[in-house]
């Protein structure tokens, strides 16, 4: 009996001792929607380096909350901290990887790409105001679209969402009403409509309702077969919902503007820019007590901004552009620094 | 060779005399080691059942702590103002406990009668060999997750309505006063009512388990009876089995309640989840437990946060007067019949 309980304590202690040694494992947690193509690299990254990557998807302000309390290595958030929160908290912050969203529509006879919408429109809709399909401002658009009289029936996330907060982002940028009535959050007070949860929710929301719109990443508008629409963007051309699409809007982006590049690619100028293009953020120590741990992670970022494309295009998501790669790494080398203020990621390249 | 010496001292126990002289043991010493173990066991029993007050004063406490911040800045203003606007940090939760409240009450309206009468059915009337399958099916209606029935609700119930449901609501009462308001609007397919029903179906289990379980120990002494002096089966189970039975069937009912409005991912998925009261059970609304499950990851800010918590805080209060209601009730039941 004895030497049974002895066996079990021996084995939790190995087991216990089996974590921190498997502690080459990165840890991060934050953003729901970048989940499944960091998955995706970290599952490459093991098969190439034996080092894995521990991410919870958590959502952003978990993500923020965890690395403010130092539970984990990195946080991942969909809305950029303004610099004055990156500088006191000691973070550094910089873009990973981008996605697009895109107005989907549930419209008898109406294929994907075919209507066309403008940003006020989209707000005017969201809002409230255009109540018909076949409303004046949505025609004028759409010449050769034969548009029902039908009432719009709004879907919108009923949980916080990176995506919530750029799309919103988006309509307080053009249109007045939007961001006075509304204004620009992760959640906010809907004027209209029904809220579904997460991505899959909408997108299925709007697929069993005859009449309806929403928003969704794009990669779920393509794999749930719903109508997208076509956009008017910031140059006043027609664009439609396309990988070259938002990487337009990335590099028109002017990525220094902002502390730890927290630009926001909605209404990006350019002919060819999507306009609700949305990149997800990473937030770091500035100076990690855990320098080896952040050395890790930067290598994998690294690895990801290497290699990573291909699989990230696979999933429809965009990369970043290597202009701002180059960027970010020299922002890695100047910023994130060790206790004695050597920098982390020349150290460990 | 533990549980042979326990025999043993339990036959001292029943028998001291005779064993004083058969084994010698010492008798005092025996009543010693019982008294130990009584000791052991009551403080053990105790520990446990001071646990559930531990964990409640700490739920409690850790409710009104988190929850204060929101109180202190809307002050009562919380409880009944409709904004819930996360830009502004301006929160109130009159929506989300309005939701919860009717979508509880339609679920009850359903539940109660429906559950009864299955109940009643698999007592009273139910052929023998049918009386398994149906049981067992409310039983397994029990055990399948909430959040299926939610995926269910959203994928198969909710276009039903929408299409073969709702509209006839909406013609049928489209004219008549009071109720065309409460079925106006655009078949969403999503919302209170869908909710509602959603919850009715989901606590239908309890009560009729709980229900059958009662019935069936009414004696049949005082049914036979019932029948001996004439009475129908309507009139054995209304005033034979029912007023036998109305302390289990009020805890099922309260059980099924306290289920209706806690309960969460079911919920989330079908309500529409919007802050907004509405006249009409057909259109999308909120409920407590769906906005706390909706927004609390993605919930930055100190206010945000703690109003999530203070609804909380709210539903619990809400639950607490329930169970109350349901105490009261029952004993002013009993001080009529005069027991």
Known sequence: MKHWTAFAAAGFIAAAALVPANAADISGAGATFPYPIYAKWADAYKKETGNGLNYQSIGSGGGIKQIKAKTVTFGASDAPLPGKELDESGLVQFPMVMGGIVPVVNLDGVKPGELVIDGPTLAKIFIGDIKKWNDPQIAKLNAQVKLPDQAIAIVHRSDGSGTTYNFTYYLSEVDADWKSKVGTNAAVQWPAGIGAKGNEGVANNVANTKGSIGYVEYAYALQNKLTFTKMVNKSGKTVAPTSEAFQAAAANADWNSQPGFGVILANQPGDKAWPMTAATWILLYKQPADAAATGEALKFFAWAYKNGAKAAEELDYVPMPAKVVKDVEAYWTKNVTDAAGKPIHAMTN | MTSSRRRRVADVALQSGVVEVAEKVDRAKVLQRLRVGDIAFRHTTRAAAVTVLVILSGIIFSLVYGSLPALQKFGFNFLIEESWNPVTEHFGAIAPIYGTIVTSIIAMIIAVPVGLFIALFLTEL??????????????????????????????????????????????????????????????????????????????????????????????????????????????????????????????????????????????????????????????????????????????????????????????????????????????????????
């Open chain 2, 126 to 339: 139910c052929p023998m060999w049918l009386r398994r399958p149906i049981g067992i099916a409310i039983e397994l209606l029990a055990g399948i997750p909430s959040i299926i029935y939610g995926i269910w609700g959203l994928f198969v119930f909710a276009p039903f309505l929408q299409q073969h449901v709702q509209p006839f609501l909406i013609t049928v009462f489209g004219h008549v006063p009071v109720l065309s308001t409460l079925f106006e609007g655009p078949p969403y397919g999503i919302g209170v009512l869908t909710a509602g029903l959603i919850l009715a179906i989901m606590v239908l289990p309890f009560i009729t388990s709980i229900s059958r379980d009662v019935f069936d120990a009414v004696p049949p002494m005082l049914k036979e009876s019932a029948y001996g002096l004439g009475c129908t089966t309507w009139e054995v189970a209304r005033y034979v089995v029912l007023p036998f039975t109305r302390v289990g069937v009020i805890g099922g009912v309260m059980l099924a309640l306290g289920r209706a409005l806690g309960e969460t991912m079911a919920v989330t998925f079908v309500i529409g989840n919007a802050h907004r009261i509405s006249g009409s059970i057909l259109a999308p609304g909120t409920t407590i437990s769906a906005t706390i499950a909706n927004e609390f990851t993605e919930a930055v800010g100190d206010i945000y946060t703690s109003s999530l918590i203070a609804l909380g805080l709210i539903l619990f209060v809400i639950t607490f007067i329930v169970l109350a209601c349901a105490r009261l009730m029952l004993m002013r039941l009993n001080a009529r019949l005069g027991q």
